[in-house]
C-alpha cells in the first residue's frame, strides 16, 4: 500500500476538549451577537421614553448598530490574520461586553447611538469567526455538528430576542436587555483566551492593507444600510437625505467591487463568489434574511397592531417559531449525514412557504392559537435551510478562502434582513392604503347593511353617549376604524404572499449549487 493510500485509509483524528471548547466558546459569542440585534425592538417605545426621544429618532438605536456590524463583517478575515485570532476575538467580545453596560448607563439619545454602534461594530467581528473557527477546529466528520450549533445560534437567537426582551422589559427594565451581555460575555471571552493559542501580530501589515478598499466598503455599504432602515419612514426618494445617500451607497459599492477585483492584495477576495456554490449560497443567504428578518418584523406588529398584545404576548407568539428547534438540533447532524444538503435546503424552504401560505389566509379574529401552527412550521423549516446552507457556503474551499466566504456569506443575510424588512414595510403601507380606499368605496352611508352596522354601534354606545347625534357620529368614527383594521390585515396577508412567492422563486437557485462531499465515519461530539 503507498504512503499516500495509507493516509487515506488512516483514521481521521477526533477534535480534541480544547477543540469543542473553542467552538462553543465562538458560538457563544455569534449567539450574544445575533440576539443584540433584535432584542431591543420589543423595547424600543420604553428606551425612546426613557430617552426622550420620538419615534424617529428611536430608529437609531437599530440602525446605529446595523450600519456599524455591516462594515466590520467583512473586514473580519483579513483583521483575525492580522491581529490573530485569540486577540481579536477576545478584545472585540470584551469591547462589545463594555458597550453593552455603556448601553444600560446611557442617559441621552446621542450616548445610546454611540454605544450600540459600538456594539454592532464589535459584535459583527463575532458571527462569521464562528464558522470559521468550526471550518478550523473541527476534522470533517464532526464539522457538520459545529456548522448545526452555529446554524441554530443564527435562527434561534433573532427567533427569541423579541421573547427575551419582552419578558425582561415588562418583569424588570429595558436596561436588563443589555445586562444580560454582562453574563455571556465574560464567560465567552474566558473561553476563547483558554481555548486558543496565542499568535504573534503581524503589526506592520496593517499599513499594507487595502485601505481603498476599505474606505470604499465603509462609505457604501452603512450608506446602503441606512438607506433601506430609514427609507420608509423618510418617504424614500421624497427625502433629499434618502437620494443623497442613495448616491453614495451606489459610488461606494460599485468603488467596492471594483477596487477588489483589481486590487493585488484585497481585504477581501470577491472571487470565492465564483465558485458556484458560495455564489448561490450567499444569494440563497439574501432571501433567508430577507424572508426570516421580514417575517419577525410583520407578526409582532399584526399581534401590537390588530391583536393588542402587550410585549409579554408578542414574545409569547414569537417564541414558537424558535424553541422548537432545540428539538430539532440533535438530530440535524444525523440528518444531514444521511441527505443531501441540497435536499434539505428546498425542504426547509417548502416549510417556510407553508407557513407563509397558512398566514396569508389571516383575518382579525386570528390570535395567538391560531399563529402557533404556522411559527411551528417555520421553526421546522428554518434550521433545515440555514444549517445546509451554511455547510454549502464554506464547503470544499481552501482555509484562506474560508473566511471571506464567510464574511460575504453572513454580510449578505444582514443586508438581506434590511432589504426584506424595508421592502415589506413599505409594501405593507402601501397595501393598506390601496385596500382602505377599496373598501371605503364599497360602503356607502345609504346601503341597508351600513345602517344597520351604525345602528348596532351607535346603540353599544348609548350608555356612554346620551346625545342620538353625538353616538351616530362616534359609530361612524367606529367604522372608519374597522375598515382600517380590515385593510391592515389584507396588508399583512399580503407580506406572507410576498415572502412565500419570494421563497418559491429562490428554489431554482439550489439547483446550481455544488453537490457537498459526504464524511465518513459515526457522528461523535468527542
Request: aromatic residues 8%.
Amino acid at each position: 500500500m503507498s504512503a499516500a493510500a495509507a493516509a487515506a485509509s488512516a483514521p481521521e483524528a477526533k477534535a480534541s476538549a480544547r477543540d469543542w471548547l473553542a467552538v462553543f466558546g465562538a458560538i457563544l459569542g455569534a449567539f450574544t451577537a445575533i440576539l443584540d440585534i433584535q432584542i431591543t425592538n420589543a423595547s424600543l417605545a420604553d428606551i425612546q421614553g426613557a430617552l426622550g426621544a420620538s419615534t424617529e429618532e428611536g430608529s437609531w438605536i437599530s440602525t446605529a448598530y446595523l450600519m456599524a456590524e455591516i462594515i466590520v463583517i467583512p473586514l473580519t478575515g483579513w483583521l483575525s490574520s492580522v491581529i490573530g485570532l485569540r486577540r481579536y476575538l477576545s478584545v472585540n467580545t470584551m469591547l462589545f461586553t463594555v458597550f453593552s453596560l455603556a448601553c444600560a448607563l446611557s442617559t441621552s439619545l446621542p450616548q445610546m447611538i454611540l454605544f450600540r454602534a459600538g456594539q454592532g461594530f464589535t459584535g459583527g467581528v463575532l458571527i462569521p469567526t464562528a464558522i470559521v473557527i468550526v471550518r478550523t477546529r473541527l476534522p470533517k466528520s464532526q464539522q457538520t455538528i459545529g456548522i448545526a450549533m452555529f446554524g441554530l445560534t443564527a435562527t434561534f437567537a433573532p427567533a427569541i430576542g423579541p421573547t427575551v426582551g419582552g419578558w425582561l422589559t415588562d418583569n424588570l427594565s429595558w436596561h436588563y436587555i443589555f445586562y444580560l451581555n454582562l453574563i455571556f460575555g465574560p464567560l465567552a471571552m474566558g473561553i476563547q483566551l483558554g481555548a486558543f493559542d496565542d499568535v504573534p501580530a503581524r503589526w506592520a501589515e496593517l499599513l499594507k492593507g487595502d485601505w481603498i478598499g476599505i474606505g470604499l466598503m465603509a462609505t457604501g455599504l452603512p450608506a446602503l444600510t441606512y438607506v433601506l432602515e430609514e427609507g420608509q419612514r423618510k418617504d424614500w426618494f421624497g427625502s433629499q437625505i434618502i437620494v443623497n445617500m442613495s448616491l453614495l451607497a451606489a459610488a461606494g459599492i460599485t468603488g467596492f467591487i471594483v477596487r477588489e477585483l483589481m486590487a493585488e492584495r484585497p481585504f477581501i477576495n470577491l472571487r470565492v463568489l465564483s465558485n458556484r456554490s458560495v455564489g448561490g449560497s450567499c444569494v440563497l443567504m439574501t432571501v433567508l434574511g430577507a424572508v426570516s428578518f421580514g417575517s419577525i418584523y410583520i407578526i409582532p406588529v399584526y399581534c401590537a397592531q390588530i391583536q393588542g398584545y402587550n410585549a409579554q404576548q408578542i414574545g409569547y407568539v414569537v417564541m414558537w417559531s424558535g424553541l422548537p428547534q432545540l428539538l430539532l438540533f440533535p438530530m440535524m447532524p444525523l440528518i444531514m449525514r444521511i441527505f443531501d444538503a441540497r435536499l434539505l435546503v428546498v425542504t426547509g424552504t417548502l416549510f417556510f412557504i407553508a407557513s407563509c401560505w397558512i398566514n396569508v389566509g389571516l383575518t382579525h379574529d386570528v390570535g395567538m392559537d391560531q399563529l402557533i401552527l404556522p411559527q411551528l412550521m417555520r421553526a421546522i423549516g428554518q434550521p433545515l435551510f440555514t444549517i445546509p446552507l451554511s455547510q454549502l457556503s464554506t464547503a470544499g474551499l481552501a482555509p484562506r478562502d474560508t473566511a471571506d466566504a464567510s464574511a460575504l456569506s453572513n454580510m449578505m443575510r444582514n443586508l438581506g434582513g434590511s432589504i426584506g424588512i424595508a421592502m415589506l414595510s413599505t409594501m405593507i403601507d402601501r397595501r393598506e392604503h390601496m385596500h382602505f380606499s377599496v373598501l371605503a368605496e364599497a360602503i356607502t352611508v345609504n346601503a341597508t347593511r351600513t345602517q344597520e352596522r351604525l345602528a348596532a354601534l351607535a346603540a353599544g354606545l348609548h350608555g356612554h353617549i346620551a346625545d342620538q347625534a353625538a353616538a351616530k357620529g362616534a359609530a361612524i368614527g367606529m367604522l372608519a376604524q374597522q375598515v382600517r383594521r380590515e385593510a391592515y390585515v389584507m396588508a399583512y396577508a399580503d407580506g406572507f404572499y410576498i415572502v412565500g412567492v419570494s421563497l418559491v422563486l429562490s428554489l431554482g437557485v439550489v439547483a446550481i449549487l455544488k453537490k457537498p462531499q459526504r464524511t465518513a465515519g459515526p457522528i461523535e461530539a468527542h
